[in-house]
């Protein structure tokens, strides 16, 4: 235990859950608690009582008829839900007598709004979502622990994390080598907390959501956390709505279309558990109103950024065409499909549907540059790169990928399509006729195409050594051909000017 932890639990006026919070952790642990002990436990405190009455009464339930005492609450929402929401009731009025510099209204009202959207999680797929509940009520506790013991220094942090931005755990650990939620952690262990809810709580943490190891709860938490900053902080980061949704499909499989519903229902929820605790739910918002508020956001910042620096940013754009579009041809070049690649092979494995790549390269390039010229040479690359461009599906992307060399990847095609398609390239790139002075200008090309096939996938490092294998055969067995290879053997699709083009066609 660091002395920061022992110096916050040594502290003769720290936050104590009241004492039927502690009778009520004591119950929590029991499988087979009476409805009448229960009754009495929270009986004995006017207040929670009353609460506990209200919430059966409320929007959230949505009952016809009333509730008028404790035993009806526990007949209507039943002995689990009652052990968590009267222990949650009563340990959010856990604060010093005096304030010391700390919102602690602010503080309940942050922890419940991630309490209920970490129950609203929890809760798919048939779940209760009731420890989830209590996990996201008190994740933040340590921080109570800290402004209590720590006032002033804390009071300093935490404008310091307003003012910069910086995470509050990071300064924390800057502080005294020890985040909130370690703290956390130790506050409920020396509150008698259940010993597994305690367990999450470090390994929140401890453990990052991406982690293997991380459990379906910390992954929970760390969602309800990112969901609740985007409805408190006043400006959304670029990217954080579609960031939130990304984590949510890939730690608890909701899909993109279905989080906006999950959202609402949250922030429903939370709406109407703050009216119970008198807190300021004025932050809730439909999914929507948030997406519209990120672009509204966005739009102000790069209107602002553009009428004060409007020549830099036009500078910034011009560089960032530059570095990602090829001067000579337009079309994207290496670094773009760096960026590009990953993203479309990511998305074949996660729809499980086919990439095609295919690589490109003119024959005898470097023959033309010597004997015509460089000027003559870069006429042909524009003239290849738009046969490619006036060929390819809207939704295909094609790269200069360097020199002579040209990549196409091509999502969600059979074999027998890309074989074809990629011929039908090569037919176009040979009926070229480029102007000489002494004529025109003939010239052919070879294409090595492979295709990730989930689920048995290639790498796409290794997709992309295969084409260029390919293609490398392609060039040895005589130039003009697309040499495939779809997990069979490659095959190869002969000169155009050969006799069997009509076998060839039926073929692809």
Same mark, same amino acid.
């Given at each position: ?108 009202? #942050? ?64 502080? *005294? ?13 020396? *509150? ?12 929140f943490g401890e453990i990052d959501a991406n982690d293997d190891s ?77 997406? #519209? ?51 479309? *092979? ?53 790269? #200069? ?8 990847l091509v999502p969600e095609c059979d074999p027998g399509s890309a ?61 003009? #051909? ?27």
């Open positions: 235990m660091t002395t920061v932890i022992e110096a916050i639990l040594k502290s003769e006026d720290l936050p104590t859950p009241p004492g039927v919070a502690l009778r009520l952790l004591e119950l929590y642990a029991e499988p087979d608690v009476e409805v009448s002990e229960m009754a009495n436990v929270i009986g004995a405190d006017p207040t929670l009582s009353a609460k506990l009455i209200e919430y059966c009464n409320s929007p959230l339930l949505a009952r016809a008829q009333p509730t008028t005492s404790i035993q009806q609450a526990i007949l209507v929402i039943g002995m689990r839900a009652v052990k968590i929401l009267a222990l949650s009731f009563s340990l959010v009025r856990t604060a010093p007598s005096s304030k010391v510099g700390f919102d602690y209204d602010a503080f309940w009202a #942050r922890s419940t709004a991630t309490a209920v959207v970490s129950k609203t999680f929890g809760s798919l797929n048939g779940g209760y979502g009731d420890e989830e509940f209590l996990l996201g009520l008190m994740l933040g506790i340590g921080q109570v622990g800290l402004a209590h013991t720590f006032p002033a220094r804390y009071s300093e942090l935490v404008a310091l994390s307003i003012e910069t931005g910086t995470p509050m755990t990071e300064l924390e650990r800057q502080e *005294w080598s020890v985040s909130h939620y370690e703290i956390s952690a130790e506050l409920m262990r020396h *509150w008698s907390f259940p010993s597994e809810i305690v367990k999450q709580v470090e390994a991380a459990t379906k709860q910390v992954r929970i938490l760390t969602l309800a956390e990112h969901v609740v900053a985007m409805l408190f902080e006043p400006d959304l980061a670029t990217g954080e709505v579609e960031k939130t949704k990304s984590m949510a499909e890939t730690w608890l499989g909701i899909e993109p279309e279905i989080f906006a519903e999950v959202f609402d229902r949250a922030t429903v929820a939370w709406t109407e558990f703050a009216k119970l605790l008198s807190y300021d739910a004025s932050q809730a918002q439909t999914f929507d109103e948030l997406e #519209r508020r990120a672009l509204k956001g966005i739009a102000q910042i790069s209107m602002g950024l553009y009428a004060e620096n409007a020549a830099i940013n036009q500078q910034n754009a011009q560089l960032r065409v530059k570095a990602t579009v090829d001067s000579l041809t337009g079309l994207k070049n290496r670094r773009a499909y760096d960026e590009d690649a990953h993203g479309e *092979w990511e998305r074949s494995q996660r729809m499980q549907r086919p990439l095609v790549l295919m690589m490109i390269d003119i024959d005898h390039f470097k023959n033309v540059n010597d004997t015509h010229g460089h000027a003559v040479g870069d006429v042909a690359l524009v003239a290849v790169a738009n046969v490619l461009k006036q060929n390819v599906r809207q939704y295909d992307l094609v790269f #200069r990928f360097g020199g002579e060399e040209f990549v196409i074989a074809a398609a990629a011929n039908r390239y090569r037919e176009a790139i040979a009926d070229l006729e480029i102007p000489i002075p002494d004529g025109v200008l003939k010239f052919t090309a070879s294409f090595g195409v492979t295709m990730n096939q989930p689920p048995q996938s290639m790498p796409l490092d290794e997709l992309l050594e295969e084409a260029d294998k390919l293609l490398y055969q392609a060039k040895k067995e005589g130039r003009n #051909r697309v040499c495939t290879s779809f997990a069979k053997p490659p095959r190869t699709f002969p000169n155009v000017t050969t006799q069997n083009q009509d076998s060839i066609n039926q073929e692809t």
